[in-house]
């Protein structure tokens, strides 16, 4: 499992940087194999690298994650928005340049990926995540935005209110046929934290009451429309 080591020093690789660039277009063309292998270190120090390396002193490499890095029109659909990659060098001609191998991991492990918008909200939804940790907002307004949100992702099942969002959310632990269950989100003060927090509970369905069923009077018409009409003339004391 590819997992990061970080350091608040430190960010992602992007393809948006130049570096970074040169790399994966093997741009580099560098006189040693010695200055190779010390740009490859040095990409250790600049970047957050993944637990996972390869120790190998007399040929350096490095795993990073880049963002923006060979991506594919699949990838989109999963949600991935970037790839591990081993970094090393080699030999073009007379000179030495670094490149990049894509690396196959599952999207599950990478530590960036963009927002899927399902059909149908579940608790993966990072509002929700964030929710239900306890997530305390300094403001009611950064609150309401975090409920906004919810309703813009999905308006087909949400309905907002100030102070509170309605909410249907698939559920995976529920019966095949109960899996969508109601909610209300409420934002409150949180007096004892300070700032805000928003509550999330199920909103149970309010049973409707009973229809009151009157049993017509003996010797009523049987007709519909007519035995209608004699029961209404018969609440009011009248004749048929």
Same mark, same amino acid.
């Not at 277009?25 to 006189?31: D, T, V």
């Not at 081993?86 to 030999?91: A, S």
């Given at each position: 499992m590819l997992k990061q080591s970080m350091k608040n020093t430190k960010n992602y690789a992007t393809m948006q940087s130049p570096v970074i660039q040169a790399i994966a277009? &093997? @741009?580099?063309?560098?006189?040693s194999a010695m200055e190779a292998g010390f740009r490859v270190v040095r990409l250790s120090q600049q970047y957050i690298v993944a637990k996972k390396q390869i120790p190998n002193k007399d040929y350096p490499s490095v795993i990073l994650w880049i963002k923006g890095f060979a991506l594919r029109e699949q990838d989109a659909k999963q949600g991935v928005i970037g790839h591990f %990659?081993? $970094?090393?060098?080699?030999?073009? !001609?007379? #000179?030495?340049?670094?490149? =990049?191998?894509? @690396?196959?991991?599952? *999207?599950?492990?990478?530590?960036?990926?963009?927002?899927? $918008?399902? !059909? /149908? +909200?579940?608790?993966?939804?990072?509002?929700? #995540? =964030?929710?239900?940790?306890?997530?305390?907002?300094?403001? *009611?307004? %950064? %609150?309401?935005?975090?409920?906004?949100?919810?309703? &813009?992702?999905? +308006? /087909?099942?949400? $309905?907002?209110? +100030?102070?509170?969002?309605?909410?249907?959310?698939?559920?995976?632990?529920?019966? =095949?046929? &109960? #899996? @969508?269950?109601?909610? $209300?989100?409420t934002i409150h003060p949180d007096e004892a934290k300070g700032g805000y927090a928003i509550d999330i509970k199920e909103n149970p369905r309010k049973s409707r009451p009973a229809l009151r069923h009157e049993t017509p009077p003996a010797g009523a018409p049987k007709g519909k429309f007519t035995a209608k009409v004699a029961f209404t003339r018969a609440r009011k004391g009248k004749k048929t």
């Open positions: 277009n &093997e @741009m580099y063309r560098l006189e %990659a081993l $970094i090393t060098y080699k030999k073009i !001609g007379e #000179r030495y340049t670094l490149f =990049a191998t894509k @690396m196959d991991v599952p *999207a599950k492990e990478h530590p960036q990926r963009a927002l899927v $918008i399902r !059909g /149908n +909200p579940n608790w993966s939804h990072p509002v929700l #995540r =964030a929710v239900r940790k306890g997530k305390r907002y300094p403001t *009611a307004e %950064a %609150a309401q935005a975090e409920l906004a949100l919810l309703h &813009e992702h999905y +308006p /087909n099942v949400t $309905i907002p209110t +100030p102070g509170a969002l309605y909410m249907m959310i698939y559920c995976a632990d529920r019966p =095949a046929r &109960e #899996r @969508m269950v109601k909610h $209300i989100l």
